[in-house]
C-alpha cells in the first residue's frame, strides 16, 4: 500500500510523517516532488539548488524513485505538498491511498509568511488540495491538522481501520532530532519536529496576522470550509 499525504503547508505534515516512520510497517519518502516544483516554478527556496540535486527533477523520475521503494517495502508513506502537484497529469494518484491534510488558513498563512512573506494561493495549496478532491472524486481521507491536535490517537486509530492496517500507539512518540529519510531542507523548516518527541497538543499562536494578506485569507476561507466538513473528527 501507498499512503501518499497532500498537504498544505506550515501543517502538521512533518509531525505526520514522523509517526509513519515511528509505526513499524512503513517506509516512508518525504516531500519527493519538491526538486521537480522547485525547477518548473524558479521559485526560489531556502536551499533550492541542494533540493534539486538531491532529488528527480521530473515526474517519470519521481514516480520510479516511489515505485522501486515500493517494491522493497510493502507499505510506503508519501509525505507530498499540495502545490507542488503541478502542470501534470494526477492520473497516478489512481493508485495510491490519498489523504489531504489541512488546516485553518487563517494558522496556515500566518505561520508561512514568517519564512516566505507575502504569500500567493499557488504557495500556500488549499485550492490545489480542493481541485485534486475533485479530480479523486472526493474519493479520498481528510485529515485536519486541528482535529488530529486534538486527540491523536482518536484520529489515527479512524484512520487506519480505513485502510485496514494496525494501528500502533508506537507511532505518537519518537526520539528528538532528524530522521534520515528528512529531506535536505530539513534544517530550513524542521526546527520545532526535530526538537518534539511526539504528536503533541495543539499550542496557542500569538502570532498577529498580516493584515496584507487579507484577501488571500477570504479566498481560502470556502475551500478550505468545504473539505473540513468531510474530514476526521477528533470526538468519533
Excluded at 521530473?58 to 507542488?84: R, S, T, Y
Excluded at 496557542?204 to 473528527?233: I, R, W
Aim: include cysteine; charged fraction near 20%.
Amino acid at each position: 500500500m501507498i499512503i501518499n499525504l497532500i498537504s498544505s503547508p506550515r501543517n502538521i505534515s512533518t509531525a505526520t510523517m514522523y509517526a509513519f516512520a515511528n509505526h513499524g510497517q512503513f517506509k516512508v519518502i518525504d516531500e519527493p516532488f519538491y526538486a521537480y516544483y522547485l525547477n518548473l516554478t524558479g521559485i526560489k527556496h531556502p536551499g533550492r539548488e541542494e533540493i534539486i540535486k538531491s532529488q528527480p527533477v521530473n515526474i517519470p523520475g519521481v514516480l520510479k524513485w516511489i515505485d522501486e521503494l515500493h517494491e522493497q517495502h510493502e507499505h510506503v508513506f508519501v509525505k507530498n505538498m499540495a502545490h507542488h502537484l503541478i502542470d501534470t497529469s494526477l492520473d497516478f494518484l489512481h493508485d495510491y491511498v490519498n489523504v489531504l491534510l489541512i488546516r485553518d488558513p487563517k494558522e496556515l498563512i500566518t505561520s508561512f509568511a514568517k519564512v516566505i512573506p507575502n504569500p500567493k494561493m499557488s504557495d500556500i495549496g488549499i485550492q490545489r488540495q480542493f481541485e485534486i478532491y475533485e479530480f479523486l472524486s472526493k474519493e479520498c481521507i481528510i485529515l485536519d491538522s486541528n482535529e488530529t491536535l486534538k486527540n491523536p490517537e482518536g484520529i489515527f486509530t479512524q484512520f487506519f481501520a480505513k485502510v485496514g492496517i494496525q494501528y500502533n500507539p508506537q507511532m505518537l512518540h519518537w526520539t528528538p532530532g532528524a530522521i534520515p529519510e528528512d529531506g535536505v531542507w530539513a534544517k530550513y523548516w524542521y526546527e520545532n519536529v526535530h526538537a518534539s518527541s511526539g504528536m503533541g497538543m495543539k499550542k496557542n499562536n500569538t502570532s498577529p496576522f498580516p493584515e496584507n494578506s487579507l484577501d488571500l485569507l477570504n479566498e481560502s476561507l470556502p475551500y478550505y470550509e468545504q473539505l473540513k466538513e468531510k474530514a476526521l473528527k477528533a470526538d468519533q
